[in-house]
């Protein structure tokens, strides 16, 4: 089975012996790998459209999962103690989580790959009453992607935490996400600048944000 390497970190993410509820599961390939590694006890795999949905189950059928129609964690229960949500932006995953947050209450672990806005998926999971267990950064098909796994507890990050994550020293790939991201913020720099309207908070928000980068790159290199 062939299985993309930013699939196979979140599933190495997971705690052994959990229960899990994977929030858009899209073709079911992470729940094929954690059955076919047995790490886990049990898995719920969700998607919230019937297309999506009736594929899902279809790749599943042969598979030890329970697939379910169902928008976010509307469905979770108390049995399960690990949640995943990946692919998809960080606002939807906020929002996603925020929707019940009653439910989380048996969650040990959380799992996410946010396409974007990882600052705030960082902030939002800590405030539930979560801590950064690890965090990876990896690059596939010219995409970079910030894997995080969450584990019930208190902790306390800086700025420059929240915004670009845990241990960026030590990880071999920083240098070039850096590059990546200064140049992504530059032009979206510009490009508002240029805008009719400018939005002199965003603007400032976003030369704050740039700064910050750069002198973290400098005291990095020190």
């Not at 993410?13 to 390939?29: K, P, R, W, Y």
């Not at 976010?72 to 399960?80: A, M, Q, S």
């Not at 240098?175 to 965003?202: A, F, G, H, R």
């Not at 603007?203 to 020190?222: F, P």
Request: aromatic share 8%; net charge neutral.
């Amino acid at each position: 089975m062939r299985i993309s390497q930013r699939l196979v970190t979140i599933g190495l993410f997971i705690h052994e012996n959990s229960n899990v509820f994977d929030v858009g599961a899209d073709h079911g390939l992470l729940e094929k790998y954690l059955i076919e590694n047995h790490k886990v006890n049990s898995i719920v795999a969700v998607e919230n459209k019937r297309g999506p949905y009736s594929i899902l189950k279809n790749n599943l059928k042969n598979y030890d999962v329970q697939c379910i129609l169902s928008d976010g964690i509307n469905d979770l229960d108390e049995k399960t103690d690990t949640l995943v949500i990946a692919g998809m932006g960080g606002l939807l995953i906020e929002r996603i989580l925020k929707s019940h947050i009653d439910k989380l209450k048996s969650i040990k672990q959380i799992v996410v790959d946010a396409h974007r806005d990882q600052e705030i998926v960082r902030r939002t999971i800590v405030s539930l009453g979560f801590k950064i267990e690890k965090e990876q950064l990896l690059k596939e098909s010219n995409i970079y992607y910030n894997i995080i796994s969450f584990v019930k507890g208190n902790a306390e990050y800086s700025l420059n935490e929240y915004e670009f994550g845990l241990n960026i020293k030590n990880d071999p790939l920083f240098k070039d996400y850096k590059t990546e991201m200064l140049v992504k913020m530059n032009l979206n720099l510009n490009q508002m600048k240029k805008s009719k309207n400018p939005s002199l908070e965003s603007i400032t928000y976003l030369e704050e944000r740039i700064k910050r980068l750069e002198t973290l790159w400098t005291q990095l290199n020190c």
